[in-house]
């Protein structure tokens, strides 16, 4: 598909959604007046996480004192099924994140309840339902679908069914999800960022997040190299974050004091 055809593709997947009109105007704007915020002090963002990083083992045990346990290993059917449903889907989305830390920051939290943005497959919606059904938690993603690529239906394709009794899934842009999750969900145990990568998307979303977040709750953003967003953040709210590197990426994350 070229450019112009997935622009074109995405633009009527808006028109044809009233629901996402706040989400069109918004990007139209940020296109119009703000194209170079997706990247903003990125440079600097790079130098800091690159001399931060941890591996995703050390990650774990520095925050929870816990030691990592390779997905794979805990649960290699689910991952298997898994991974086999990501293959048939027929719309292309992103892979699969740090998966122990998410898993093991909903354990170590005992958690009952945790907010995600950002699901396409859905590994990370897994990550976090395969701890909380221990204890009959609940999920709430907000997630906005690839309507250059209908992909609405194909969202959330690797969690399994048997897992869904635990899952709210909010299918639009998070301005819009967060609200309404936030009213269902008022203190949360663990939140997971990985929708808009916009700077601004950031900077609205991790002040939402952080304040519903318990203390004593866990923080995941991912791809915070991608601006300094999640730097700046921390550095304001006088956070110590742990940086992952995971798979050329990097991943910040923290437990609320
Ligand atoms: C990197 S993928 C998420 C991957 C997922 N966490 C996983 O582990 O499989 C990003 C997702 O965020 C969604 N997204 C992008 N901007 C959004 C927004 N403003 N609000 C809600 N979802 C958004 C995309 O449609 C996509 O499904």
Known sequence: MSELQRVTKTFTGYL????????????????????????????????????????????????????????????????????????????KMGGAGALELIYAACEFTHAQSVVETGVAYGWSSLAALLSLQKRTGVLYSSDMPYLSQDGDRYVGSV???????????????????????????????????????SYEGRAWAYVELHRHLKKGGVFISDDIGDNSAFQDFCEKENIKPTIVDFEGKFVGAFVKS
Not at 174 to 184: A, C, G, R, T
């Open 159 to 197: 969690v399994p069914e048997d897992l869904k009794s635990h899952w709210k899934l909010f299918r639009h842009a998070d301005k819009e999800s967060l609200p309404k999750i936030f009213v269902e969900a008022i203190s949360v145990d663990v939140v997971h960022y990985d929708s808009d990568k």
């Open 16 to 91: 044809k959604r009233p629901d996402l009109y706040p989400e069109l105007g918004r990007k139209v704007i940020k296109n119009i007046f703000n194209r170079k915020s997706a990247f903003r002090g990125k440079e600097k963002t790079l130098a800091w996480a690159k001399s931060n990083a941890v591996s995703q083992e050390t990650a774990i045990a520095e925050l929870f004192g816990i030691e990592m346990k390779p997905f794979d290993l805990l649960f290699p059917e689910e991952l298997r099924t898994a991974k086999k449903r990501e293959a048939e889907c027929p719309v």
